[in-house]
């Protein structure tokens, strides 16, 4: 009597040759070679961005994706050495936008060494100051501005005056971790080697070596400097 092993390693290797997982095979070829123009592609058109836009930068960034820049003629951006930035389809967790990064007259955006992010937006009308070794998450927000007045009588006049719109500096120190989806406010430090939480709401400075997650972000616990929990 025969055995029979309906899923034996016979009837897989020729359901692998079947044309239907042929052309699964020459579609992922296929996107691979895309992604390898596009990427370069990228990098040329996001350096002449960096250039038009007067950023002071290095030459060894990695752009997947391209940013939008826009840097007021009186503002200044630099950004370090080992700059890594994913822009839209280039993320693979939701919300595909691209990076963006607006910078206001008399503003000064300053981004550290080894500092990546996705599809992050930083709006700076003052000071915004993201320090070495800092990861960004997927559509992370990062404001210095309320962007509008509190008095509503202000607010509402056909043209507002953007002098009585408050405004603080952003300090992001070395070694932080921004989980996904977070917003920062005006105002707030974030001490180094701290963790903020996906999806929070950070409205106050948060120590060093501590997690905060939430909406609005609160204390979690203490952390070592590896990250592991503090006792």
Not at 12 to 33: C, D, E, F, M, Q
Not at 124 to 150: E, P
Not at 183 to 195: E, P
Request: glycine fraction near 8%; proline fraction near 4%; hydrophobic fraction near 40%.
């Amino acid at each position: 009597m025969v055995q029979e092993y309906p899923n034996s390693a016979i009837s897989t290797s020729v359901s692998k040759l079947s044309p239907s997982y042929a052309l699964r095979i020459a579609g992922k070829v296929w996107k691979l070679v895309v992604t390898s123009i596009h990427v370069r592609y990228s990098k040329i058109y996001t350096y002449i961005l960096f250039k038009v836009n007067g950023v002071d930068f290095q030459t060894d960034f990695i752009a997947r994706g391209i940013p939008v820049i826009n840097n007021n003629l009186k503002g200044y951006i630099r950004i370090g050495n080992r700059f890594v930035m994913h822009s839209g389809r280039y993320t693979l967790i939701g919300r595909q936008q691209p990076c963006l990064f607006m910078v206001s007259e008399g503003a000064s955006l300053t981004i550290g060494n080894n500092v990546g992010m996705s599809c992050t937006s930083i709006v700076c009308t003052k000071q915004i100051t993201i320090r070495n070794n800092v990861r960004i998450g997927n559509n992370t927000a990062i404001y210095d501005t309320d962007f509008h007045s509190l008095d509503p009588t202000i607010r509402t006049s056909p043209i507002e005056d953007d002098a009585f719109t408050k405004t603080a500096p952003v300090l992001i120190d070395d070694n932080v971790f921004i989980g996904a989806h977070t917003t920062i406010l005006k105002g707030v430090s974030i001490g180094r080697n701290s963790i903020v939480g996906a999806g929070s709401l950070v409205s106050k400075s948060i120590p060093a070596n501590q997690i905060w997650a939430g909406n609005p972000a609160r204390f979690i616990r203490h952390i070592n400097d590896d990250g592991t929990p503090a006792h």
